[in-house]
């Protein structure tokens, strides 16, 4: 069992998470952060650290937050890993809250 990072996350990536995760389970991109499920422990405790209230374990996805499972295993392959909180995107605050933020993950 894993969590999953998903959709309120992009754009703000405030990477508090990070900070908390004993796994060093948790990857970067542009705009979102990818948790590895197979170094994930699934201790829980990254969920109530982020401002954005983007983290849920596998099976506890919202509706609609299905697919972060699957991009999650993806992008956590491709992305290097972040060990170390850095400061949110410029429009983080501004963003987090936002529905459908998929449109704008940059996945490179
Ligand atoms: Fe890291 Fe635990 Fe969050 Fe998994 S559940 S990403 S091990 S802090
Ligand atoms: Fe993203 Fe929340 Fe971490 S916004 S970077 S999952 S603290």
Redesign the pocket.
Known sequence: M??VVTDNCIACKYTD?VA????D??HEGPNFLA?NPI?????????PECPADA?FQEDELPTGQEQFKELNAELSEVWPKITDVISPLPDADKVNGVPNKIDQLIVE
Do not use: E, W, Y
């Open positions: 894993a969590f998470c908390v995760c004993p796994a389970a948790f948790i170094d994930c422990i699934d201790c829980d405790l990254c969920a983290i």
